[in-house]
């Protein structure tokens, strides 16, 4: 397991519930403003719209079900505001038709209590807010996505093994081929700017591995680029961006850390960082289907792009 345990989302959530004396049976009568003090700050964005789900999901369900609501009016003949819920942080109303998904079904994040961990429901939203951004009107995206995402690392596997970045993964059980994976990919897809001196490899700009003396704090904090990194420990895995710490997950779950990833790019707008800018590039425009731009289609992203077509025969 990882050191300094306090650095962990859920950790750091509890040790604020801790100290403001509020036990978990609380959270439900918890209003918006409550858990805006609770947990205040941009960076707590999404906790905040995650605890609120949790705990109140039924009634939205309701109230978006109410013949009032319906018709656009309040009950009591005034007109209700249409909120745009792809940009306003009050928690979106569910719409009973097509319900809802569960959490489970958001690329199957294993369910350990009866209610979601808080980090599932982390993953839950801002898969949602990537849905809103790319294809919002799309009820199966993240299914959609999922697929994709597959599609392109059965084909990445033979094209790892075609450039002599990646050895045969027939022995191989997942995890060790979705490390193997996500550290050949920027080789598959580079970039012409090399990562920064204390950075190391380029790969190191999206996953570490930690060491079992390596405090996974210290190297948030010396890390020299600002973007979306997955840190693996013995057992789990932990997303930062930046030195935050953002979610964990099951080491099981480690083949979909790469559309997690992606997802926190568009999320928070963040910029990719230019020593994996051309692999990120094709990622968004192979897997994520969002058309790159000519205006920043880079010489390095039309090569990588043109000799993987030209390899899986497009």
């Known amino acids: 397991m990882c050191r300094s345990a306090s650095t962990w989302p859920h950790a750091f959530a509890t040790e604020k519930m801790r100290a403001a004396n509020i036990s978990e049976a609380l959270l439900p009568t918890l209003s918006r403003q409550d858990i805006r003090d609770l947990f205040p700050g941009p960076e707590h964005f999404l906790r905040r719209k995650a605890t ?31 909120v745009n819920p792809c940009v306003s942080e ?6 009973p038709t097509p319900p809802q998904p569960d959490v489970q079904e958001i690329l199957d994040p294993p369910r350990t209590c009866s209610y979601p961990t808080l980090s ?3 993953i839950l939203t801002v898969m949602d807010e990537l849905r809103c951004i790319l294809d919002r009107s799309n009820p199966d995206f993240i299914s959609d996505l999922k697929t994709s995402w597959e599609s392109f690392y059965g084909k990445a596997q033979f094209y790892g093994v075609f450039k002599k970045l990646l050895g045969p993964s027939t022995t191989q059980d997942k995890v060790t081929r979705s490390i193997a994976m996500m550290k050949a990919l920027p080789e598959m897809f580079p970039s012409p700017v090399a990562p920064p001196k204390n950075l190391g490899h380029a790969s190191e700009a999206m996953v570490h591995i ?37 979610i964990t997950f099951p080491k099981e779950n480690i083949d979909k850390a790469v559309l997690y990833l992606l997802a926190y790019y568009y ?3 963040l910029t990719y960082p ?35 077509k030209k390899f899986i025969g497009e």
């Open 274 to 308: 230019k020593c994996i800018a051309t692999l990120l590039s094709v990622l968004q425009s192979e897997v994520q289907q969002d058309a790159i731009h000519d205006s920043y289609a880079t010489s390095s992203y039309k090569k990588a792009l043109s000799e993987w």
């Open 267 to 269: 999320t928070f707008h």
């Open 90 to 95: 009050t928690p979106r109303p569910s719409n």
């Open 120 to 122: 599932m429901l982390f």
């Open 210 to 246: 930690l060491e079992p003396t390596e405090n996974p704090n210290t190297y948030l904090q010396r890390r020299p680029v600002f973007s979306p990194v997955l840190i693996i420990c013995d057992s789990s895995c932990m997303l930062a961006i930046g030195s935050t710490p953002v």
């Open 52 to 82: 609120w789900k949790l705990f109140h999901k039924e009634q939205e369900v309701q109230q978006a079900a109410s013949p009032n609501q319906e018709n656009g009016s309040n009950g009591r003949g005034l007109a209700t505001v249409q």
